[in-house]
């Protein structure tokens, strides 16, 4: 059974470009989180994704947005990067979204230049 | 607004000895509290779950204890082995939300010296 995968695993860009990183959550799975996880910082919460819908957003501008597939599968986008968006992304996939128990994947490093 | 403390920010132990890990948090309504564990530039392995209505968790080595009403959240390590060694976060789940939103620490740093 695989667990929740990310990909790509590095990935390196430079300020204004646009990326997108890619989240599958574990089998079964219907909802996926995405956080933000600065050096040295704990990981921030950017939204989640329930149904294909934006189900709740933290608070990150509207350059970060995102897409769930009806796979379940979801995508992160970031527009116009910053210096500052240099950072390890993290997906957590969960069975509806109040359910406590989540899984995290490993991760896409995002390196900005 | 919730926010979420660690104290200490890193810790280093020589093997074989217990230790404390601490957390708080300022908001006292929250569903549970979650210990986390992350290796370098690694996803995160939840460790144990606390309920608001339990006191503590236990598994295996490790035990975590819940105080909501003082905001405080303890993970004990006994007999700390090198394995150990990576950066311990907690987290919270407020209530109020619709979501299985965390709210994180910034983590200690754990490094057990053999």
């Known amino acids: 059974d695989a667990g929740v995968t990310q990909s790509p695993t590095h990935l390196i860009k430079t300020r204004g470009q646009q990326v997108t990183l890619r989240c599958s959550p574990k089998?079964?799975?219907?909802?996926v989180s995405w956080y933000q996880q600065a050096l040295g910082q704990g990981p921030q919460f950017i939204f989640q994704?329930?149904?294909?819908?934006?189900?709740q957003r933290g608070n990150f501008p509207d350059r970060f947005s995102g897409h769930q597939f009806p796979n379940y599968s979801s995508e992160l986008n970031v527009n116009a990067l910053l210096l500052g968006d240099s950072a390890l992304y993290l997906c957590?996939?969960?069975?509806?979204?109040?359910?406590?128990?989540?899984?995290f994947g490993p991760g896409t490093r995002l390196t900005v230049l | 607004k919730q926010e979420v403390t660690q104290i200490p920010a890193a810790l280093s132990v020589p093997e074989g000895e217990n230790l404390v890990l601490n957390c708080s948090f300022t908001?006292?309504?929250?569903?549970?509290l979650q210990w986390f564990r992350q290796d370098p530039g690694k996803g995160l392995t939840s460790l144990l779950l606390?309920?608001?209505?339990?006191r503590e968790q236990t598994s295996g080595r490790l035990n975590a204890s819940l105080d909501k009403s003082s905001g405080r959240s303890t993970l004990y390590i006994a007999a700390s082995q090198p394995g150990d060694s990576a950066t311990y976060l907690c987290a919270v789940r407020s209530r109020g939300g619709a979501t299985n939103k965390l709210i994180f620490g910034t983590g200690t740093l754990l490094a057990v010296q053999p």
């Open positions: 957590a996939s969960s069975l509806k979204p109040s359910t406590d128990t989540q899984y």
């Open positions: 089998s079964g799975h219907d909802t």
């Open positions: 606390i309920q608001s209505s339990q």
């Open positions: 908001d006292s309504a929250i569903y549970n």
């Open positions: 994704y329930y149904e294909e819908e934006e189900r």
